[in-house]
């Protein structure tokens, strides 16, 4: 995690001065000491990084369609901005993985898709689309690239940009739906007023071609990750940070995309801040609720909040702390059924970060006390969960003093 956060004046402000102020360390209320019933297993490595020859580990993705997971890694190279991009899949869960197929030779530009500005990775069937951001004009910027498979990942070609353009465009988030459509969103400045826009486009076959290319909301935080999720009936729910309050907030859309309609706020903390703090939020579906993790770095609230809600995200219950007052910041969180639900996020220490869980097993009502899972002694970051027909499958970036950083999972029965 930066130890630093930009506002738009362009000064950096030290994160740990902004957490002080805000006076994290606080009680923590509401949580459960039930005993966790998830099984672990070892960590498992889905890349052999040492023998694929790269370097660091700098963005992945993943995405369950049945009894399919499926993967996308970049990681470097000795190439500056050419990372090895690569397509991997899983039929147990996670706890074994095919051989990757690289797929990033196909774009002759260099990338600028990293942690918390991730690879995209979806599928249906045998169709697949993977997403990401390529370099434009000025340094660190560009627009978005696809690569789609009809074969199931055998073979990979060149897609279309959602909108043509070649505009900045950053911070993706994909998934497809039960009728094969794949939908995006993403966040640009097509505006050219000093500030992002969550943008939304859709295909129907894979990337080859987009429709619906529409604004969501042209005022949000600029560098924030945005999360899609499709509810039990298709309605598409996206998760984004506003511009003001930089609350977290939810549009929905009932007609596979072609309109959008804002919900709600996802914790109103009304958090007033020039300035962006590199975090999004997640977001899961188990029968008729929604659950939520947000942070916020509002005076005297600054934390990661859980929430619920029984009626389909129009209202939310009051934001229940989670972390035992750490400096927990990424997060994810994923349900399996109607009592089984985990939160997953990394906490900033004196010797760098950890990856924490916490199980709640009625639904969301209670929180388990949170346990670590990374390797004690190792710096681990970014933390993703997923719910899999095995289980719950917990995947993030882990770098051990003196070595190159590593992707790791861990499953959960």
Not at 81 to 97: M, Q, R, T, V
Request: aromatic share 10%.
């Amino acid at each position: 995690m930066p130890d630093f956060v930009q506002s738009k004046n362009g000064k950096w402000l030290n994160r740990h001065l902004i957490f002080i102020k805000a006076g994290l360390i606080m009680l923590v209320t509401g949580l459960s000491a039930c005993a966790p019933v998830t099984q672990n297993s070892a960590l498992v490595y889905p890349i052999d990084t040492q023998a694929l020859k790269l370097k660091n580990l700098s963005s992945f993705d993943v995405y369950v369609e049945g009894s399919s997971t499926h993967a996308i890694f970049a990681a470097e190279t000795e190439i500056p901005k050419k990372p090895f991009i690569g397509y991997i899949k899983s039929e147990d869960g996670g706890a074994h993985w095919t051989q990757p197929t690289e797929i990033g030779h196909f774009s002759e530009r260099t990338v600028e898709s990293a942690a918390g500005n991730e690879v995209q990775i979806a599928g249906s069937g045998e169709n697949l689309l993977a997403i990401w951001q390529v370099s434009g004009e000025l340094p660190g910027m560009g627009p978005l690239l696809s690569m789609y498979s009809l074969d199931g990942g055998q073979n990979w070609q060149l897609g279309k940009n959602p909108t043509g353009s070649d505009i900045d465009q950053s911070h993706p988030e994909l998934l497809a739906d039960q009728h094969g459509r794949f939908h995006l969103v993403w966040l640009d400045d097509r505006d050219e007023n000093g500030y992002q826009g969550i943008r939304y486009a859709r295909t129907h076959d894979a990337g080859q071609r987009w429709e619906l290319a529409q604004t969501v909301d042209d005022s949000t935080c600029s560098c924030c990750w945005n999360r899609l999720m499709l509810g039990l009936d298709g309605q598409l729910n996206a998760l984004y940070r506003n511009m003001e309050p930089r609350d977290m907030a939810l549009t929905q859309s009932g007609d596979a995309g072609a309109s959008w309609h804002k919900a709600s706020t996802v914790g109103e903390f009304n958090w007033v801040f020039d300035g962006c703090p590199h975090n999004g939020g997640a977001l899961a579906q188990s029968s008729q609720i929604l659950h939520s993790l947000v942070w916020t770095g509002a005076e005297n609230k600054a934390g990661l909040y859980y929430l619920r809600s029984a009626d389909n995200g129009q209202t939310w219950s009051t934001p229940q702390i989670m972390g035992n007052g750490s400096l927990a910041f990424h997060s994810d969180i994923a349900a399996l059924d109607d009592s089984h639900v985990i939160a997953i996020w990394d906490v900033r220490g004196a010797e760098g970060s950890t990856v924490m869980i916490s199980e709640s097993l009625d639904n969301g009502k209670q929180w388990s006390t949170a346990r670590l899972i990374s390797t004690p002694g190792s710096s681990a970051t970014f933390p993703r969960i997923v719910a899999t027909t095995n289980g719950f499958l917990a995947m993030w970036v882990e770098q051990k003093p003196g070595e190159f950083k590593r992707w790791v999972s861990k499953l959960f029965k």
